[in-house]
């Protein structure tokens, strides 16, 4: 059974928690294609190196920024063939180390397709740029900063500079029974049968497909994961920036891996959404 068809996106977001709207404002009713929400990494950096990263950053021998043109023409083609997409969540490593942030921000600012923009922090990098906080500005925007506890101080810094440049923020704070961190596994092949494997997906909590260097991957894991050669790509994107690819054919691509699939390759390299993964201490340094 799939998991996302259109109307399982819909309904989800309307009641979805922490999307402060109501779907039906930002629907015509003759969207085709709509995606719920993606991550877009714009950096490899990080100014800390969690053990346990989810989206495996301390593992880059050579970190380094997504080139500002294949963000920028990734996002065009995409948003050339998807409606709607309520969240697109700019992320890293640390996203605001990125020196081209503002032009993202500002490109997702235009766009009628995208709802919220959240960017996800760190906290402890205060960038300088006005023409930033200009576009972080536009109330389509929000700054989600981790409180990881022992850097507590320096992610002041980042909070007083974004009241006084007036930017909407919270704060996502890790508890004994919230925002819990997991270790989702290695990368060899658990050999599931694809009646246990649909189920997984259905029960895994990753509901961002990730935007990496022109391709969209189920998840950051599968993206970076695959970006390190830790397992095989195959079946696990669609390579949004091939422009020998027309716009009609990637948009039925887009469609068929969005809403037809059940589960991806990568989900059998994975142990999220199995009940199998041990809770890990949140933000550890290595
Ligand atoms: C990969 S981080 C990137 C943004 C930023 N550097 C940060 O740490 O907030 C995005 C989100 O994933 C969370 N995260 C990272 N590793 C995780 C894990 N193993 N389990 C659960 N959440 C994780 C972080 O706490 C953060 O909220
Ligand atoms: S979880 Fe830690 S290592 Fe990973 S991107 Fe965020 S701050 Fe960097």
């Known amino acids: 059974m799939r998991k ?14 922490s999307f402060h ?15 719920g929400s993606i991550d877009v990494c714009v950096t490899t950096r990080c100014n800390l190196a969690c053990k346990g990263c989810g989206s495996l950053m301390p593992l880059y021998g050579h970190p380094e920024d997504v080139d500002l043109e294949t963000l920028l ?54 960038p ?7 576009a972080l500005g536009n109330p389509k ?26 930017i909407d923020y919270s704060v996502k704070e890790f508890g004994d029974d919230t925002f819990l961190w997991y270790d989702f596994g290695d990368y060899e092949n658990r050999g599931r ?18 935007l990496y260097q022109g391709k969209l991957y189920p998840c950051p894991r599968a993206a970076h ?14 390579d949004v920036l091939d422009e020998t ?5 990637l948009k039925f691509q887009l469609e068929e891996f969005v809403y037809e699939a059940s589960y991806y390759p990568a989900c059998n390299r994975c142990d999220r959404g199995t009940g199998l993964c041990p809770v890990i201490p949140v933000a550890e340094q290595g």
């Open 4 to 17: 996302y068809d259109r109307e399982f996106i819909l309904n989800h977001y309307k009641n979805h928690y």
């Open 21 to 35: 709207m109501d779907i039906s404002e930002h629907l015509k009713g003759d969207e085709e294609l709509v995606v």
């Open 73 to 126: 023409l990734s996002l065009d083609r995409f948003f050339s063939v998807v409606d709607r997409v309520f969240r697109v969540n700019v992320v890293g490593g640390e996203p605001f180390i990125c020196p081209h942030m503002d032009r993202v921000i500002e490109f997702l600012n235009s766009r009628d397709e995208v709802i919220w923009t959240v960017v996800p922090s760190n906290g402890l990098v205060v």
């Open 128 to 134: 300088k740029n006005p023409r930033l906080f200009k």
């Open 141 to 166: 925007n929000h700054v989600r900063i981790s409180h990881y506890e022992h850097f507590d101080d320096r992610s002041k810094l980042l909070i007083t500079k974004l009241r006084e440049e007036g």
């Open 193 to 210: 049968n694809s009646a246990e494997l649909a189920n997984q997906y259905r029960s895994c909590e990753v509901e961002w497909m990730s």
């Open 225 to 238: 994961s695959i970006d390190l050669g830790l397992q095989p790509a195959e079946g696990n994107y669609v």
């Open 245 to 249: 690819i027309s716009l009609e054919r």
